[in-house]
């Protein structure tokens, strides 16, 4: 089956180590995208790539920063988390048209300590 | 801006119960509209969506229906299951600015005794 696989389930690191999360999708979908969803909130984007170009949310730290390889990757590198960075990390892929929907991976339940 | 709201949770029904989840969203232009569902530690799910007014979209069990005139989109079952306890989401993408990022609303959290 078509899926977005995110690695691994769950990540612990220390605060200030710089972690890296990752995405691949069979789906060929040229959009990819990488949020970042806190106890009971809604899912925040952080970025999306539409193909090779990178599009970043103005309130997004610099902390975070992103790269696509290629069509089917994309990590997610968090140069010095915080405490306020544990989070679970939703990467997702689409068309570009605004009828298709987001398909999701499971994410990746990153802890702080 | 875009926008989407949801009735708060958590919203309790026991088994077999009606369910109906809120939705009302604000766009410039003629949005798509979609309801996503999350399962505890997972990723969300598209459960159904409608892409033009009065079209209704539907899913093991689930229904909505794009109400233009109301700007709605609620989420209805006629009778929920304990399997069905999670999040839902409802989400627009709205394509006139030339744009395809979703809106999400906040989420609705659904809770179902037995």
């Known amino acids: 089956d078509a899926m977005v696989i995110q690695n691994p389930r769950y990540q612990v690191t220390q605060f200030g180590k710089p972690v890296t999360l990752s995405c691949s999708q069979t789906l060929n979908h040229n959009v990819m995208y990488w949020y970042q969803q806190k106890s009971s909130q809604a899912p925040k984007l952080l970025f999306h790539?539409?193909?090779?170009?990178?599009?970043n949310e103005a309130d997004t730290p610099d902390n975070f920063q992103s790269r696509r390889p290629n069509t089917s990757f994309c990590f997610l590198d968090i140069r010095s988390p915080g405490l306020g960075d544990a989070a679970m990390y939703l990467c997702?892929?689409?068309?570009?048209?605004?009828?298709?929907?987001?398909?999701f991976g499971n994410g990746t339940r990153l802890t702080v300590t | 801006g875009d926008s989407v709201t949801q009735m708060e949770g958590p919203v309790t029904l026991s088994e077999e119960a009606f369910l109906t989840i809120n939705c009302t969203y604000t766009a410039t232009g003629y949005p798509s509209l979609f309801w996503y569902v999350q399962y505890p530690g997972e990723g969300l799910q598209l459960l159904l969506k409608?892409?033009?007014?009065?079209d209704k979209g539907s899913n093991k069990g689930f229904e909505a229906t794009y109400r233009k005139e109301t700007t709605s989109f609620h989420l209805e079952k006629g009778s929920v299951q304990v399997s069905d306890s999670a999040v839902y989401f409802c989400?627009?993408?709205?394509?006139?600015?030339?744009?395809?990022?979703?809106?999400f609303g906040r989420g609705t959290s659904l809770i179902v005794h037995p």
């Open positions: 989400a627009l993408s709205d394509t006139t600015g030339g744009s395809y990022i979703p809106t």
């Open positions: 790539y539409y193909d090779k170009d990178f599009n």
């Open positions: 997702a892929t689409s068309r570009t048209s605004g009828n298709s929907p987001l398909h």
């Open positions: 409608a892409t033009k007014a009065d």
